[in-house]
């Protein structure tokens, strides 16, 4: 077992028996359920609007070359500068490379789990530059040192207590259980740094080819504030997020809206094609796109495993997924928590040394089912497993399938076995859950089902006879 | 060879192998055809002005945005008084336009214009902002603006109360019918900042309970004029 194996293993462990944090989570989903349920059925049909969704997403994708450069080539017409992104490392230095160029003091961020991704604060922060998230649910696991908790809800996790007494502690506030209150103290905090920062941060949900625009969509309007006021805005874009049309919008906002966050359509939703126009009051002098690969044409590479990419992160799988729910959003040590991120995080580090998140799964499927574009999560789960091992055979686990063969093409042996487990039951028994106990894995969480007293032969015999 | 060719090889060479089609995978859908417009899948939309203005009235209540008909731009202005005198407004901030001059006239209250450019701090302190739009989407009760449209990117954003003026052929049924207008308008001249603007400034992400005015307007009121 690996590092990243045994760190979500004992995580995960920890997790699942605090009880209190797992009520907690369930009741923090319980209202977006009803809500999402409830803008679904406004619907005139969700079925066949993912089917739209997840066609459109396929042209997309199976098209890439040819949107990606429409989209650049449109918003470089318009004075935008795009930076296309192999890597992680090339992305930090050429947004470094900005802040470094206008000699920014200050620069807002608004959510991005692209720059997530690449790590972008902390490179920026090495830099000398000061970043501030100004998502509120950001900037909270931003004040605690912390990842996101989930992909679009990142402080979940916390209770409004656990909150005060955060901004108590760091912003010397009041203290107050007044989730209202709350808000108004970190966007008191934040106007300050709006109207100070001289460049902004974003990340993209949509970018359209068609008209070379970027879409974001948000609620507090602090992506808003961030990329209108500083001077330099720059947007890092990960390269799967193209959709052909500007159409295809009328679809995808509320669609996003609905499986992400149960709303009928987010607060803003907002497209930005370029640096401020002639005519123009505001607007950032300079606008930069940075298209990100990062191992993106990897997964583009695997037929079978493609529409992975037509993920828009909505979160809705995370929601749904009695894993997630369990073992809580920082468990798995990934950018992208969930079904979702199960899936995609073997291609983007590594097979190896990710392969275990596709185990800790049911396979239920709900993931699969809610997923407004459609994406095969569990059968993606199922390949990444079959991957992992065409790779790197489990030469254990073969060996007691064949052992498992050999016994079960074998009624006479197969027959002696049970009458030696019903033998052996009693005595382990005494040493049930402990070191001693060779069914342990099994037996420390679970009950072993006790072995019959007559088999099915023999009890077939036994009435036989006349 | 540079970045843009390095990605787009290595996307040409990954799609070689062809995927399978989204609608097979599970087995049980059929090749749904692309339509022109998703409407048919989405919330429905009544075929009249009156239906939709209805509809769009229900939509902007349920998203904690006031909705209001006007008979005139002087019976606006006057509306706007009293939002004023309640709010203890002090300053706006607005743009210039055929919809914000008469009613700002009739309000008379000190203001910063955006027109051409104006000091971040001068927006920041002023206690509303007056605006036009693009469109207003009855299917989702949002507001469309557009920087032309709302003087900019800040205006109906920054001031903890958005005041939008709209006529009412600016109404459409969806966001289709919102997005197809623009295109119309402006071709290939789109101006850098286009907005769905729907309810005033949100955020659940504090025990996923709902707070209005985030970062943005606490308030958002619609005046429809004919």
Redesign the interface.
């Known amino acids: 077992m690996n590092a990243h194996a045994r760190t979500f293993n004992e995580a995960a462990r920890q997790q699942t028996a605090d009880l209190r944090q797992r009520a907690w989570i369930q009741t923090?989903?319980s209202?977006?359920y009803a809500k999402r349920d409830e803008f679904k059925n406004?619907?005139?049909?969700?079925p066949?609007?993912r089917?739209?969704a997840?066609?459109?997403?396929?042209?997309a994708?199976?098209?890439?070359?040819r949107y990606?450069?429409e989209f650049?080539s449109r918003l470089e017409a318009?004075g935008t500068s795009?930076?296309?992104?192999?890597d992680a490392q090339?992305a930090r230095d050429y947004i470094v490379g900005v802040a470094r160029e206008h000699q920014v003091r200050s620069i807002i961020k608004s959510k991005s789990m692209t720059a997530e991704e690449i790590h972008l604060n902390d490179a920026l922060e090495q830099a000398g530059f000061e970043v501030v998230e100004?998502?509120?649910?950001e900037y909270?696991v931003q004040l605690r040192h912390e990842p996101p908790y989930h992909l679009v809800?990142?402080?979940?996790h916390?209770?409004?207590q656990q909150?005060s007494n955060l901004f108590h502690d760091r912003l010397g506030s009041a203290p107050t259980d007044n989730?209202?209150d709350?808000?108004?103290i970190a966007?008191r905090v934040?106007?300050r740094k709006?109207?100070e920062a001289d460049m902004g941060i974003s990340g993209a949900n949509f970018a359209i080819a068609e008209?070379g625009?970027i879409s974001i969509t948000e609620?507090?309007?602090?992506a808003?504030?961030t990329?209108?006021?500083p001077k330099v805005h720059v947007a890092i874009v990960g390269?799967e997020k193209v959709l052909p049309r500007?159409?295809d919008?009328?679809?995808f906002?509320?669609m996003l809206a609905t499986a992400g966050?149960g709303q009928?359509?987010?607060?803003?939703?907002?497209?930005?094609?370029?640096?401020?126009?002639p005519?123009?009051?505001?607007?950032p002098e300079e606008?930069h796109v940075v298209?990100l690969?990062n191992r993106r044409?990897?997964l583009?590479?695997d037929?079978?495993q493609?529409?992975a990419l037509?993920c828009i992160r909505c979160g809705a799988c995370l929601n749904v997924c009695p894993i997630f729910k369990n073992v809580g959003g920082h468990s798995y040590g990934t950018t992208y928590q969930g079904p979702i991120g199960s899936v995609i995080t073997p291609h983007l580090r590594g097979l190896q040394d990710w392969k275990h998140l596709s185990q800790a799964s049911s396979l239920c499927g709900a993931c699969?089912e809610t997923c407004p574009v459609?994406i095969?999560l569990h059968?993606h789960l199922l390949h990444n497993r079959r991957n992992a091992v065409r790779e790197r055979p489990a030469r254990f686990e073969k060996l007691i399938q064949t052992a498992f063969v050999f016994v079960m093409r074998r009624p006479r042996l197969y027959e002696w076995i049970g009458r030696f487990g019903r033998i052996l039951q009693p005595l382990q028994r005494l040493v049930r859950g402990t070191l001693l106990d060779p069914l342990r894995a099994w037996t420390k969480t679970r009950s072993f089902p006790p072995v019959a007293e007559k088999s099915f032969r023999e009890l077939w015999r036994e009435r036989k006879k006349p | 060879m540079n970045n843009r060719e390095i990605i787009l090889g290595r996307i040409r060479e990954a799609l070689k192998i062809a995927a399978p089609h989204p609608a097979l995978h599970d087995g049980t859908g059929t090749t749904t055809p692309l339509p022109a417009s998703p409407q048919k899948w989405l919330p429905p939309v009544g075929g009249t002005l009156e239906e939709q203005i209805e509809l769009f009235r229900r939509n902007a209540e349920d998203l904690k945005a006031e909705f209001r008909e006007c008979t005139s731009a002087n019976e606006a202005g006057q509306y706007l008084k009293k939002l004023a005198l309640a709010g203890g407004w002090k300053k706006i901030g607005r743009h210039s336009g055929e919809l914000t001059d008469p009613v700002a006239r009739e309000l008379g209250l000190p203001e910063v214009r955006t027109d051409g450019g104006y000091a971040v701090n001068d927006l920041e302190s002023c206690d509303a902002g007056l605006t036009e739009c693009e469109a207003l989407v009855a299917q989702t009760g949002s507001v469309l603006v557009s920087a032309p449209s709302a003087g900019g990117r800040a205006l109906s954003v920054l001031p903890p109360h958005h005041v939008v003026l709209a006529r009412r052929n600016q109404m459409v049924p969806d966001l289709t019918a919102a997005l197809q207008r623009v295109q119309e308008k402006f071709k290939d001249k789109f101006p850098s900042f286009l907005s769905f603007i729907s309810g005033p400034s949100r955020t659940g992400d504090i025990e996923r309970i709902l707070v209005l005015g985030a970062h943005g307007p606490k308030k958002l009121t619609i005046l429809l004029l004919p």
């Open positions: 923090a989903l209202g977006y406004r619907f005139q049909s969700w066949a609007a089917d739209t997840a066609a459109i997403k396929w042209e994708v199976n098209h890439l070359d990606l450069d650049a318009r795009v930076f296309w992104a192999p090339a100004s998502d509120l649910g909270i809800f990142p402080a979940m916390l209770t409004r909150i989730p209202e709350l808000t108004m966007r934040m106007r709006y109207c008209t625009m609620n507090e309007g602090n808003r504030l990329t209108s006021l390269i500007l159409s919008l009328a679809l906002l509320p966050a009928p359509i987010t607060c803003y939703n907002t497209l930005y094609g370029g640096p401020r126009q005519g123009e009051p505001d607007g606008f298209l690969d044409t990897e583009l590479a037929a079978e493609r529409e037509h699969t459609k095969n059968h």
